[in-house]
Every structure is written in C-alpha cells, then in structure tokens.
C-alpha cells in the first residue's frame, strides 16, 4: 500500500486539470498532510471555484500538544494562498447523559489537569482491567453479547485494536467461539501468518549452520511437509530429533551428517532401518533440498530459490486433503495457508521486479537477504477476506477516527498500545527533521511522535455517540505485567472518582461462572 507513491502519481494528472471545472472541491477527515498531498491540493483549486478544507482545531487554542499536527497544517495552508477561517462552535443543544460525558471528553481530554473541570457524571462510559488478552478478549465478548440482547443492532457495535497483533486475532476467535457475528478488517503484516514463519525458519537453520534449537523447530512445524521416502513413517521427525539430543549434535551441518554416517557403517544392519538411519536419511534430504542457500546471488534468484525450496517442503501446499483424521477446521486452515503463500510470494516477485528495474546487480549471501526480507515482511500487510457482513465491525483503530460510532469499544489500552513508541526516521532523527523545517510560528512547529498519538487516541475516544468502553490486559501474553495507558489516565482525570465506572477482572480460573458463560466450551464446564 504504497499512498505516497500513489499521490506521486496522480500529481502530473492534477497538473493537467483531468477533471475538468469543479464547483466545489471538500477535503475531510484529514489531520494534516504530506507535500504530495499539499500539491494536489493546490492544482485541484486552480480548477475549482471553492476548496473546503476541515481541521480538527480549537480556538483559542489551549491544547497546544493535542492539536500540533493540525495546527503546523492550518499555518501551512495559510501561507500557499489566500484562505478565509470559520471556526465552527461546538454544540450547545440538550444532551443526555452519554452525550454530556463524550462531549467532557472532547473539550477536556488533554487539557490541563489542574485546571480542568471533573464532570459528576461518567453515563456511558467504563474503563476495564482484565487478566491478559484472553481475558480482555472475553469481556468484550460478554459486553457485545448484552448489547446484542437487548436489541441493539450488530452494525452499530466497533471494537477498535491498535495495529494488527496477537491480540486482534484472540479477540476474533473469541468472538466467533461465542457465536457473535464479527467482520474483521485488521490489516496482518505477513510476519503474522505461518507460510511467512515457516519461510523464515527455514532460512534462520541454515544461517544458523542448523543448530539444534533451530533445526528441531524447523521439523516439528505444522508446514514441514515435503513428500520424502524418509518421512512416510510419522516417527521419523521425533526419532531424529532424539537422536539428535542423544549425541549431543548441536550444530554444524557437516558435522551431522557425518556422525550419523558414522554411526549407521558401524551399525551394519541388514533388518528394520536404526535410529540412526532413520535421522541420516531425513537429514541428508534435508541438506539437499537447501543446497542452493549456500550460494550468493541476485536478490530475484533468492525469490526464486526460496519460493522452489518452500514449495519442496510443502509449505502453503494442502496436508492429506481428505485423509485419516483430517477435520474441516484443518481443511479451512489449510486453505487459508495457501491464499497467504500465492499472497507472499506475489509480494517477493513484486519486490524482485523493482529491484531489477532499478538496476540491482550485487549478489548478495543469504545473511544479507534474510534481512531484506524480514524488512519487506514487516513492511508489508494485508487484510484478511471478510466472511461476515453486517456483524460486529473489529477495526484498525485509527480506521475509527472519521465514522459514527454509537457503541465503541478500544482494546488493547496498555502503555505500550498508547502511545506506541516508534524508532526515529531511518535518514534524519526528529530533532533534524524540525531544523531543516521552514521556519513557522511557535504553533506550527512539526508535531512529534507522541503528539500524533494524542491526537490519533482523541480522534478515536470521540468518535463515541452512546457508549464507549476502554480496556486494556494487565498482563500479557507472555505473563509480563502491563499497566494502563496514560491516556486511559487522562481519562479519567475528566471525572470524579465515584462517578466512573472501572471494573476489574482478574480471575485466572479457566472455568467460568455460570453468569459468564459464553461459548460452548464454557458451557461444559460450568
């Protein structure tokens, strides 16, 4: 999803005027924009009669971290032209309750903690501390259950996730375990899905001159799957591996293979094939197969050859379609390894292209292309097919940020969610990016990392019409110890203690009470 480059491109066909005469031209939902965007910006009003631009801002303006971005935005819009500033008034009509507490929000959220006023009422509102993703994942499930209960339609319910990790993916399948329509739209960076950490493990042995560790998580994964003699029996994988620990072989590929010979000439036995037979003849396949990994080349000629060896190992190739045991969620995961191999190896063969249209012709070892294509898998997402429509929406948070939500619910709230702490610019660090700027006013001063987030949380929080809910995992995955994010602290700053509502759940028994019940699976146990 290269935006910038698709702006790039539409620049000359701007230049030209292509549309034609245009009445009016409306440019909403944005916070601020990048130079492509600002050049578009001005070849369209050359040919409009009116350009209407809409900023999040606030005058007078006291927020001045919150609403940085827009600020630096407005100031440079000013200066490319003539422009003529309305400032639309916040509303004053009668609101309940839920509206009084999201409009606090929006004109306080940020504000100066001592200065800003505590409202006595949080209607709508709830703050949630679970026990790990799996816990946050069940609350949620529970609260979109009871809207669904009492008639509210699944359409109006948005779960918002930061980013496209783990714990998207806990949530969904929760929520399909509790029979809760949902439409997931997270985008997944391919380093998420099993073809892409099949590839990578495959290629980490042999950097790693097969290492124990390593060797052993190559043959036990789920898509190892190469059609070789020396696998037709099931125990091939752990007998070899045993042996392996037995002779304390914990690296050196040579090394292996010659021990193994070794022991199979002493051996010298004419019945069933020994252990050490057994691990010689699945290891020298082995060797085999990734011979081409031993030799530098092109970065296309590394596409090709990783793409042939995985394909050899069966990676995103079905598993015994209609066999002995298969189930249909083995079917169904199966067929979802394969879309996300022909996905994968389109974006290795894209990137192959570009690099040989720009004239690459270094070989390169296999070091150097592991990190190349660890960088174009971190880089790279996509987002899974939609099998529901009109169910809950589960959506990239900052997906939120121009819809209508009247009941929203953002998880994953923990000071590492927000604010998400990002690496400087590959080429200049923030405090070069603010020298080389044009000089502007005090206020227009590029915005930093940290004010980007604010204003991405508080686009986000009051998109809420009737109901928000913010949770985060005191724990995660990993058993580490999370705290909530401090804008989660921020929020509840606006209101008086006894006011809000924060629940807590921290229970780590795996049975359920019967009140909360939700899947089958609880069912049976309760």
Same mark, same amino acid.
């Given at each position: 999803?290269?935006?910038?480059?698709?702006?790039?491109?539409?620049?000359?066909?701007?230049?030209?005027?292509?549309?034609?005469?245009?009445?009016?031209?409306?440019?909403?939902?944005?916070?601020?924009?990048?130079?492509?965007?600002?050049?578009?910006?001005?070849?369209?009003?050359?040919?409009?009669?009116?350009?209407?631009?809409?900023?999040?801002?606030?005058?007078?303006?006291?927020?001045?971290?919150?609403?940085?971005?827009?600020?630096?935005?407005?100031?440079?819009?000013?200066?490319?032209?003539?422009?003529?500033?309305?400032?639309?008034?916040?509303?004053?009509?009668?609101?309940?309750?839920?509206?009084?507490?999201?409009?606090?929000?929006?004109?306080?959220?940020?504000?100066?903690?001592?200065?800003?006023?505590?409202?006595?009422?949080?209607?709508?509102?709830?703050? $949630? #501390?679970?026990?790990?993703? %799996? &816990? /946050?994942?069940?609350?949620? *499930?529970?609260?979109?259950?009871? =809207?669904?209960?009492?008639?509210?339609?699944?359409?109006?319910?948005?779960?918002?996730?930061?980013?496209?990790?783990?714990?998207?993916?806990?949530?969904?399948?929760?929520?399909?375990?509790?029979?809760?329509?949902?439409?997931?739209?997270?985008?997944?960076?391919?380093?998420?899905?099993?073809?892409?950490?099949?590839?990578?493990?495959?290629?980490?042995?042999?950097?790693?001159?097969?290492?124990?560790?390593?060797?052993?998580?190559?043959?036990?994964?789920?898509?190892?799957?190469?059609?070789?003699?020396?696998?037709?029996?099931?125990?091939?994988?752990?007998?070899?591996?045993?042996?392996?620990?037995?002779?304390?072989?914990?690296?050196?590929?040579?090394?292996?293979?010659?021990?193994?010979?070794?022991? $199979? #000439?002493?051996?010298?036995? %004419? &019945? /069933?094939?020994?252990?050490? *037979?057994?691990?010689?003849?699945? =290891?020298?396949?082995?060797?085999?197969?990734?011979?081409?990994?031993?030799?530098?080349?092109?970065?296309?000629?590394?596409?090709?050859?990783?793409?042939?060896?995985?394909?050899?190992?069966?990676?995103?190739?079905?598993?015994?379609?209609?066999?002995?045991?298969?189930?249909?969620?083995?079917?169904?995961?199966?067929?979802?390894?394969?879309?996300?191999?022909?996905?994968?190896?389109?974006?290795?063969?894209?990137?192959?292209?570009?690099?040989?249209?720009?004239?690459?012709?270094?070989?390169?070892?296999l070091g150097e292309f592991v990190r190349r294509l660890q960088d174009i898998l971190?880089?790279?997402?996509?987002?899974?097919?939609?099998?529901?429509?009109?169910?809950?929406?589960?959506?990239?948070?900052?997906? $939120?940020?121009?819809?209508?939500?009247?009941?929203?619910?953002?998880?994953?709230?923990?000071?590492?969610?927000?604010?998400?702490?990002?690496?400087?610019?590959?080429?200049?660090?923030?405090?070069?990016?603010?020298?080389?700027?044009?000089?502007?006013?005090?206020?227009?001063?590029?915005?930093?990392?940290?004010?980007?987030?604010?204003?991405?949380?508080?686009?986000?929080?009051?998109?809420?019409r009737r109901s928000l809910t913010l949770s985060y995992p005191a724990v995660s995955?990993?058993?580490?110890?999370?705290?909530?994010?401090?804008?989660?602290?921020?929020?509840?700053?606006?209101?008086?203690?006894?006011?809000?509502?924060?629940?807590?759940?921290?229970?780590?028994?795996?049975?359920?009470?019967?009140?909360?019940?939700?899947?089958?699976?609880?069912?049976?146990?309760?």
């Amino acid at each position: 999803r290269d935006v910038t480059g698709v702006q790039t491109c539409a620049l000359p066909i701007c230049r030209r005027g292509a549309f034609g005469h245009l009445s009016l031209v409306v440019i909403d939902g944005f916070a601020d924009f990048t130079q492509p965007q600002y050049e578009i910006i001005e070849h369209l009003s050359q040919f409009a009669e009116r350009v209407l631009i809409s900023l999040p801002l606030e005058n007078p303006r006291l927020r001045n971290d919150l609403f940085a971005k827009s600020a630096a935005a407005f100031e440079e819009i000013k200066s490319r032209g003539q422009a003529a500033v309305t400032w639309l008034p916040p509303p004053d009509a009668p609101v309940d309750n839920a509206a009084a507490s999201f409009r606090h929000i929006a004109q306080h959220l940020f504000d100066n903690p001592r200065t800003a006023p505590k409202l006595d009422t949080a209607a709508g509102l709830e703050i $949630v #501390e679970a026990a790990g993703p %799996s &816990g /946050e994942a069940r609350v949620i *499930a529970e609260r979109v259950r009871t =809207l669904l209960l009492e008639g509210v339609s699944p359409e109006q319910i948005v779960i918002a996730v930061r980013g496209s990790d783990e714990e998207s993916t806990i949530l969904g399948e929760t929520l399909a375990a509790a029979g809760i329509p949902h439409d997931g739209t997270v985008r997944l960076p391919f380093t998420r899905t099993p073809v892409a950490r099949a590839m990578l493990c495959v290629l980490r042995n042999e950097s790693a001159d097969w290492d124990f560790e390593s060797l052993c998580t190559l043959l036990r994964l789920n898509q190892f799957r190469p059609s070789w003699p020396a696998l037709r029996s099931p125990q091939s994988v752990d007998v070899t591996i045993r042996l392996l620990r037995k002779r304390k072989l914990g690296s050196n590929r040579l090394q292996i293979l010659r021990r193994l010979s070794l022991d $199979v #000439e002493s051996e010298n036995s %004419s &019945g /069933e094939p020994t252990a050490s *037979a057994v691990a010689l003849g699945l =290891l020298r396949q082995l060797s085999a197969a990734t011979e081409s990994l031993r030799q530098p080349s092109l970065f296309a000629g590394w596409v090709d050859r990783i793409v042939s060896l995985c394909d050899e190992l069966g990676i995103g190739r079905p598993a015994r379609i209609g066999g002995p045991g298969t189930t249909e969620g083995d079917i169904e995961l199966d067929a979802r390894d394969a879309e996300d191999w022909d996905r994968l190896k389109d974006v290795l063969y894209e990137a192959a292209r570009t690099l040989t249209f720009l004239g690459e012709e270094r070989e390169i070892d296999l070091g150097e292309f592991v990190r190349r294509l660890q960088d174009i898998l971190d880089s790279q997402d996509f987002a899974a097919e939609q099998k529901v429509r009109g169910g809950v929406r589960i959506l990239d948070a900052a997906d $939120v940020r121009n819809l209508e939500v009247p009941h929203l619910f953002l998880a994953g709230l923990s000071d590492a969610s927000f604010p998400r702490g990002r690496p400087d610019d590959c080429l200049y660090s923030q405090s070069e990016r603010r020298s080389h700027a044009r000089p502007r006013s005090a206020i227009a001063v590029a915005s930093s990392p940290h004010q980007d987030e604010m204003l991405l949380f508080y686009s986000i929080v009051t998109r809420a019409r009737r109901s928000l809910t913010l949770s985060y995992p005191a724990v995660s995955a990993s058993g580490q110890p999370l705290f909530p994010s401090p804008y989660v602290t921020a929020i509840r700053s606006l209101f008086q203690p006894a006011a809000l509502r924060v629940t807590a759940y921290n229970e780590l028994d795996p049975v359920p009470s019967p009140e909360r019940a939700i899947t089958e699976t609880d069912l049976r146990l309760v």
